[in-house]
């Protein structure tokens, strides 16, 4: 319509599902992408156990029930297998979203200034190669919101 400049939406390794029909329409209306959560509420930073808690009247109590939870260190933990040395997983997982044309900015959660710095340097770094988001678009996981 020309009447939309950018959208916000979650995308990440795990959440794929803006590449099915959000991608393509933004790429026809020329619509700005701006990803959100990269790092799936902290999953993809790798720091994750099944030992993890967080204070109470924290919201990702009820995002990481014991079952999302489990799945999330889980699948991290796949994940991990992947990542190319010298390289990190949040690294990755930031590259991961760079890499998709249709992303023009990413918004990456950042709780210390090495945050920002290790951020940046992903982005100064470039695009995965073709082999690993390959391997990485197969880690697509369409989950159900808890309750």
């Known amino acids: 319509s020309g009447l939309i400049d950018a959208v916000q939406v979650v995308y990440n390794i795990f959440d794929q599902n803006p590449r099915d029909e959000l991608f393509p329409a933004c790429r026809e209306h020329d619509v700005a992408v701006i990803a959100r959560v990269p790092f799936d509420e902290g999953t993809l930073t790798g720091n994750l156990t ?11 109590n009820t995002y990481f029930t014991d079952d999302n939870l489990r799945q999330s260190v889980e699948r991290a933990e796949l994940l991990k297998q992947l990542v190319p040395p010298g390289m990190t997983l949040p690294e990755m997982a930031l590259r991961f979203i760079l890499s998709e ?11 210390k200034s090495r945050h920002v710095e290790e951020n940046l340097a992903a982005s100064d770094a470039g695009p995965l190669d073709a082999d690993l988001l390959g391997e990485l678009a197969k880690h697509r996981w369409d989950r159900a919101p808890t309750g």
Do not use: K, Y
């Open 50 to 60: 099944l030992e993890s808690t967080w204070p109470r009247g924290d919201w990702r």
């Open 101 to 111: 044309p249709t992303v023009s900015t990413v918004i990456p959660g950042m709780r």
